[in-house]
T-cell receptor
Framework: EAGVAQSPRYKIIEKRQSVAFWCNPI?????LYWYQQILGQGPKLLIQ????????DSQLPKDRFSAERLKGVDSTLKIQPAKLEDSAVYLC????????????FGPGTRLTVL | GENVEQHPSTLSVQEGDSAVIKCTYS??????FPWYKQELGKRPQLIID?????GEKKDQRIAVTLNKTAKHFSLHITETQPEDSAVYFC??????????FGSGTKLNVKP
């Protein structure tokens, strides 16, 4: 079974630039998550999708971050404009819908904002 | 929202010793508690989980205990090996599979 795919794996940008990350979940996984993991901290949920609908985006800084999951499969996360404090690893995860289902994480995108 | 606290932040043990990592949660609605292992530069991977209707679960050298009344759960690793060295995260999940993570414990197993 193929895992969660993410691209790019690494990205370096200047502050105030824009950046986009892509995620392809495991086939059949209706639930998709984007997390921000700052060095030395646990993953922080940014947004959670169920199919193409948003379940939770309460911790997404909506003035600069946006995410979409058109057609309920792939998802993109965008930051515009980026700030220095956005430097982190952005993890995508997916799971089957419902409770008690394991999350499977992608390899992450390491973003450095200079 | 839920708040998950994890202790200690770092833990160093001798190979063969046991390691215990503890987490507390704030929201009694949380009903699923997974533990993840993250090796340096790699993705988090589930190592064990427990549901709120169970007090203890064991898988070979790894066990998790849950005290719903006190709202805390713990990861126990026995007979530690150098390959157990990693960062371990606890998490608490509620309805609709919303996950809240602890801040992580860096475990160092010395040969």
């Amino acid at each position: 079974e193929a895992g969660v795919a993410q691209s790019p794996r690494y990205k370096i940008i200047e502050k105030r630039q824009s950046v986009a990350f892509w995620c392809n979940p495991i086939s059949g996984h209706a639930t998709l998550y984007w997390y921000q993991q700052i060095l030395g901290q646990g993953p922080k949920l940014l947004i959670q999708f169920q199919n193409n609908g948003v379940v939770d985006d309460s911790q997404l800084p909506k003035d600069r971050f946006s995410a979409e999951r058109l057609k309920g499969v792939d998802s993109t996360l965008k930051i515009q404009p980026a700030k220095l404090e956005d430097s982190a690893v952005y993890l995508c995860a997916s799971s089957l819908p419902g409770s008690y289902n394991e999350q499977f994480f992608g390899p992450g995108t390491r973003l450095t904002v200079l | 929202g839920e708040n998950v606290e994890q202790h200690p932040s770092t833990l160093s043990v001798q190979e063969g010793d046991s390691a215990v990592i503890k987490c507390t949660y704030s929201d009694s609605a949380s009903n699923y508690f997974p533990w993840y292992k993250q090796e340096l530069g790699k993705r988090p991977q589930l190592i064990i989980d427990i549901r709120s209707n169970v007090g203890e679960k064991k898988d070979q050298r790894i066990a998790v205990t849950l005290n719903k009344t006190a709202k805390h759960f713990s990861l126990h690793i026995t007979e530690t090996q150098p390959e157990d060295s990693a960062v371990y995260f606890c998490a608490a999940s509620q309805v609709f599979n919303k996950f809240y993570f602890g801040s992580g414990t860096k475990l160092n197993v010395k040969p």
